[in-house]
């Protein structure tokens, strides 16, 4: 009973069905702990339609991330990532499938969930069907698995309809 209400809203059970193609373009010199190279993704979530289950929505996600080694060892990587949802046939596009800052792939660091992006009337967050995240990071290796790191990292989520690239939040450490 105590829930917000976009989390009351969504009560009870629902199915769905997901194809998610992707295409991925990696030149990354190591997966892990790159130092030079690229890692390009853009995926297609398609929900519902011909594929049945309740739920109708489509996600697009595109990321590009670059690594430059510098002097010593040092690395520069630069990431962009943007993404739109959005349910069709007259269907919302379900809480859980849209994009909330704090999850792994979607991060301002220095940042928490409720701090970033679309929030309903009470202040709890309802996650956003559009987003923008730009980060640039310095990685300044200390010892084999230990590096300190240097990073700006910028974006927002925003609402259907709300997309503005000028309105960002921007973490520094």
């Known amino acids: ?28 010199d190591n997966a892990l702990n790159p130092s030079r190279g690229f890692y390009n993704l853009l995926s297609v979530d398609f929900a519902g339609g011909p594929l049945g289950a309740e739920n109708k929505f489509y996600k697009t996600v595109g990321e590009t991330n670059w690594y430059y080694p510098l002097v010593s060892d040092v690395v520069l990587s630069l990431r962009g990532r943007l993404g739109f949802a959005e349910g069709y046939d007259g269907q919302e596009l379900p809480l859980y499938e849209r994009f909330f800052v704090g999850t792994q792939a979607v991060t301002i660091r220095g940042y928490q969930l409720d701090e970033v992006g679309p929030k309903d009337i009470n202040g709890d967050p309802i996650g956003g069907n559009s987003m923008i995240l730009l980060s640039g990071q310095l990685r300044f290796p200390i010892t084999q698995g230990l590096s300190l790191v240097g990073f700006i990292d910028t974006g927002n989520l925003y609402d259907q309809g709300q997309f503005d690239p000028t309105r960002l939040r921007t973490g520094v450490g």
């Open 1 to 28: 009973d105590g829930a917000p209400q976009n989390i009351q809203d969504q009560t009870g059970r629902s199915t769905s069905s997901v194809i998610t193609p992707s295409l991925t373009w990696d030149t990354r």
